[in-house]
């Protein structure tokens, strides 16, 4: 069965990493956070800096980085490399809620008889 996530690339101290995620990354992580919840508040602008490095730091790690959560909530907190970290945000939610399948129109349409 195909994944219904999406593959990602983040950067982290100048290297790439990908990472799929899968059901197991995210219950781990929404043992502490809600991701749909924090969705929302990134829609309204309210995002926990805490929250997100928790996030990101989840995905970097699963796909090999040493990344730990103060050292992501430093670079948060820090703004060197914020465009990386809001594209990272933004790749991570787009990955965890995909966008449903389009259903297959008919090939033929019924007629009347």
Known sequence: M?????????TWNGKSYHVTPDIRLINSIEQEVSLSKLAARLHQGDVPIGHMATIISAFLRRAGADASEEDVYAELLTGKNQQIIN???????ES???QP??????KSKPTAT
């Open 2 to 10: 195909a994944s219904i996530f999406k593959e990602i690339a983040l």
């Open 96 to 98: 965890v809620f995909p």
């Open 101 to 106: 399948k389009k259903s297959e129109e008919p």
């Open 87 to 93: 594209d990272a945000a933004a790749a991570i939610f």
